[in-house]
């Protein structure tokens, strides 16, 4: 009982301190995670855990998707929903149908995703060297 109560500390910790970029990497990895486990349940025929599994990861695309600035973020939010859109219908067709290749393509395009904002994060945090040094004679 303790324990489980010093991991939820512990994670909450690491929400409360993540920048908006490590929430992002964070609902991904939920997202991916949700993923893996629906496709345990459908390949070892447990329908709740395939839906309950499925059904949280469609959650989370659809906060990713509620989160989306469709101002201030133009082509690229335009695209991110468009991406969520599909992954988020591809889901539902796989839990409804039994089907893993479309939680094999979700997973595919979520982590795709999850290391382009794993790289802006870098970048954001650890500006390129060669852009600090000064250039040589």
């Not at 939920?30 to 025929?45: D, L, N, S, V």
């Not at 959650?59 to 201030?72: G, N, P």
Request: overall charge negative.
């Amino acid at each position: 009982m303790a324990h489980g109560r010093f991991v939820q500390e512990y994670q909450k910790g690491a929400v409360n301190g993540a920048s908006p970029l490590q929430l992002v990497i964070m609902l991904y990895d939920g997202a991916i995670r949700f993923m893996e486990a629906g496709k345990f349940g459908m390949e070892h025929k447990d329908l709740e855990i395939q839906n309950k599994n499925l059904q949280k990861a469609q959650r989370i695309v659809m906060e990713l998707m509620s989160c989306l600035d469709m101002e201030k973020g133009g082509e690229i939010a335009k695209n991110l929903l468009a991406l969520y859109t599909y992954v988020l219908n591809e889901l539902v067709e796989a839990n409804v149908g039994d089907r893993r290749e479309p939680i094999d393509r979700c997973i595919k395009i979520l982590a795709d995703l999850r290391e382009s904002w794993v790289e802006v994060d870098k970048m954001t945090r650890f500006p390129a060297t060669a852009q600090e040094a000064p250039l040589a004679a």
